[in-house]
């Protein structure tokens, strides 16, 4: 057509028309006799494998009549108004007398037709060029005819070009049936669009397999429709999809996975428990943290220090013993006359929290005997810390006279405590402890 819409024009000259009564008989007898002159309205239009014709149905200003022979006395005027309609049964077969002519290609390409366009006196022929086919497989549309890839059409066998379905949808193409895919309710012949597919009508919802009719069609199950449909175990939740929630304490389930809490039991989801082996509800770890629950041992997630046994929740979000100072105290048997006091030997432990606790080494052998004579303290183990070490005290290796019998001056010697007279009395002294995270 033209920029302004206007058709091409096929001019029809000099037509024979004759009407005949009794054609082929012995009683044959011609009627009437004209000429008739035509304007056609012209289209090109793409074709499989290539360009053809369209006419279009002439107005009775568009013809011309001459009467040649008038045996009946009919008026031209009426001839005049009656023949564009007689001419109209005719024209498919004079557009197919025109036949198609065929797309050239081009170095191996083949012209595929996007549109035919007039301006003026000339037509203008718009084609994308595309490969040389054997099969669909390497054309855009999916269409490959005569060895040359076909522009889409509604009536190919393939969803290509605007479709949402096979030939149908997209605007340009009839409503696609129901099962059909879909964009908008306009690319489905009833019903509607729901979920891509187009949905068959309806009045109520159990004429739905979702359950759910709406605005005159089904809806695909989903996850806030308020109804238990498609996979899921409660309503709008549990299920295989990743799209729904998991179900609160108290809805259906089929199994822990269907569950908020993770626990289902008797096709009912649980509350979260302190007991229930797994890390649910506001703990921060398996069964323990988050208030409600106990403490979690070392090493477990904590988010704050209340979540922990041991009050410490280090910097990498899990519990620990955290930096801890322990001090042992010390106390010797009593001296007397002619004998002197003795510090017990053996260990001490001490514990900051459940894992975390050090053992130390006590001194033995008489408080009066100095520096390297008997043992001294020592760290003997440590469980939760990366170390403990005696520090602070008199000489900084955690060591701290206390008292001695009387009379008596104390101090320390490389970690044992010593008094300058052990008898007549007992002694005491300290071990000063750091453990570090």
């Known amino acids: 057509s033209g920029p302004a819409g206007e058709l091409g024009e096929l001019a029809v000259a000099h037509v024979l028309v004759e009407l005949v009564q009794d054609a082929d008989l012995p ?17 090109l239009a793409f074709q499989p494998g290539g360009i053809g014709f369209a006419l279009s149905t002439p107005t009775a200003a568009d013809v011309t009549v001459s009467l040649l022979a008038n045996p009946l006395g009919v008026s031209e005027a009426a001839l005049q108004g009656f023949l564009p309609s007689v001419l109209a049964g005719f024209l498919p077969d004079l557009a197919s007398a025109l036949q198609s002519f065929p797309l050239p290609s081009f170095l191996g390409l083949s012209l595929s037709g996007v549109e035919v366009s007039r301006t003026g006196a000339y037509y203008a022929i718009f084609a994308d060029l595309t490969p040389d086919c054997v099969d669909g497989s390497v054309c855009p549309s999916g269409v490959c005819l005569d060895g040359a890839c076909q522009a889409p059409t509604c009536s190919d066998g393939v969803a290509n070009g605007a479709e949402t379905g096979v030939d149908c949808g997209g605007g340009s193409c009839p409503g696609c049936a129901t099962g059909e895919g879909c964009f908008l309710g306009t690319d489905c012949a009833t019903g509607g669009c729901s979920g891509g597919v187009c949905q068959p009508s309806c009045t109520g919802d159990v004429e739905c397999p979702s359950g759910v ?7 695909v199950a989903n996850c806030a429709d308020g109804v238990r449909n498609g996979a899921e175990s409660g309503v709008d939740c549990g299920g295989s999809s990743p799209y729904c929630v998991r179900c609160a ?8 996975s269907d569950c908020a809490s993770g626990v289902c039991t008797g096709g009912v989801c649980q509350a979260p428990s302190c007991s229930d082996g797994l890390e649910n509800g506001s703990e921060t770890d398996v069964d323990c943290g988050g208030g409600a629950c106990p403490g979690c041992a070392l090493t477990r997630e904590c988010s704050s220090a209340g979540d922990c046994a ?5 910097q990498s979000a899990r519990c620990t013993c955290g930096n801890r100072t322990f001090v042992f105290g010390v106390t010797s048997s009593t001296g007397g006359a002619f004998s002197s006091a003795q510090w017990p030997g053996g260990t001490a432990s001490q514990s900051s ?5 050090v053992t130390i080494n006590r001194p033995d052998d008489s408080i009066d005997l100095v520096c390297t004579l008997a043992s001294p303290f020592s760290v003997q183990t440590f469980a939760g810390f990366s170390q403990c070490f005696g520090a602070g005290g008199e000489d900084g290796d955690g060591c701290e006279p ?9 101090s320390c010697c490389s970690g044992r405590p010593s008094c300058s007279v052990g008898l007549n009395g007992s ?11």
């Open 27 to 43: 009683t044959e007898q011609v009627r009437l006799v004209l000429a008739v002159d035509a304007r056609l309205g012209l289209e």
């Open 213 to 219: 009719c709406a605005a005159g069609f089904c809806r």
């Open 249 to 256: 304490d108290g809805q259906t389930c089929d199994s822990a």
């Open 310 to 314: 041991s009050g410490v929740c280090g």
């Open 353 to 357: 929290s459940p894992g975390c606790s």
């Open 402 to 410: 206390v008292s001695c019998p009387f009379a008596g001056i104390g």
């Open 427 to 437: 002694g005491q002294a300290r071990y000063h402890v750091t453990c570090l995270e």
